[in-house]
Nanobody, 114 residues
């Protein structure tokens, strides 16, 4: 069973930065896409960012230019650098990894104060 452990969430001020981590129990080279969804209260879950390989990444329009997704295969970890944070970024962020099925992390809360 694949385990995804998320960390790095917390409280930030508008304009601040956070780094989310998603550590897998095995080699992330065994996955297809990895990335994060987020869900704010009363809102639909949305795809924030995904990574297929070293240079193939995708971002939601709302975070493009502010967030960066990258991976460290030696640590079996995918990271999401979140910069110039806005209150609209407040949500629970869920890491995912695709194999034959989609696996999910436990979620981590990101709160950005206005």
């Amino acid at each position: 069973q694949v385990q995804l452990v998320e960390s790095g969430g917390g409280l930030a001020q508008t304009g601040g930065s956070l780094r989310l981590s998603c550590a897998a129990s095995g080699s992330i080279l065994g996955f297809g896409a990895m990335g994060w969804y987020r869900q704010a209260p009363g809102q639909q879950r949305e795809l924030v960012a995904s990574i297929l390989s070293r240079y193939i990444t995708n971002y939601a329009d709302s975070v493009k230019g502010r967030f960066t997704i990258f991976r460290d295969v030696t640590k079996n970890t995918v990271y999401l650098d979140m910069n110039r944070l806005k209150p609209e970024d407040t949500a629970v962020y869920y890491c995912y990894a695709d194999q034959t099925v989609r696996y999910w992390g436990q979620g981590t809360q990101v709160t950005v104060s206005s």
